[in-house]
């Protein structure tokens, strides 16, 4: 559907229609990868904290490192660590020689959650992009790349 008949208006400057598609699409995608999770218990930012932490590899990550990662950037990573916590999908490590020092690590549930979880993300990804070559997806992604140089 092209964005002026999802708005209803014509004669959108380039750069607001754009900014509209790109906004509208993101919107779209929220929304299928929301709903595949919610059979979960587990949000968006949820998910994307326990994938950071699986790539962590093993390695605990401070919290700055999770928000540095974060696809949406946010100020409440505490409150989203806290409640992944609170699920035992992810634990909390108190640095022995400094207190101060805390430190995020996934657990076994979380990565097993990851696991039952990675399959049905991945099918909503694949759907949305069903209708696009190898080559639009690459041209795709090249624009936006340079959009946010």
């Given at each position: ?73 946010m ?28 430190e ?6 979380g ?39």
């Amino acid at each position: 559907m092209k964005i002026e008949d999802q708005l209803k208006t014509n004669n959108l400057p380039p750069a607001r229609k754009l900014s509209l598609s790109i906004l509208v699409t993101a919107n779209l995608i929220d929304e299928n990868v929301a709903a595949a999770l919610k059979p979960f218990d587990i949000s968006i930012q949820q998910f994307n904290v326990l994938r950071i932490l699986r790539g962590q590899k093993g390695k605990p990550a401070n919290l700055s490192t999770i928000q540095e990662r974060m696809v949406t950037k946010m100020s409440n990573t505490t409150r989203l660590v806290d409640k992944l916590i609170a699920k035992e999908l992810t634990e909390r490590i108190v640095c022995e020689a400094n207190r101060r020092k805390v430190e995020i690590s996934i657990t076994e549930k979380g990565l097993e959650l990851l696991k039952e979880i990675d399959p049905k993300v991945d099918e909503v990804e694949e759907k949305m992009i069903e209708e696009l070559s190898q080559e639009e997806i690459e041209l795709i992604t090249n624009c936006l790349n340079k959009i946010r140089k």
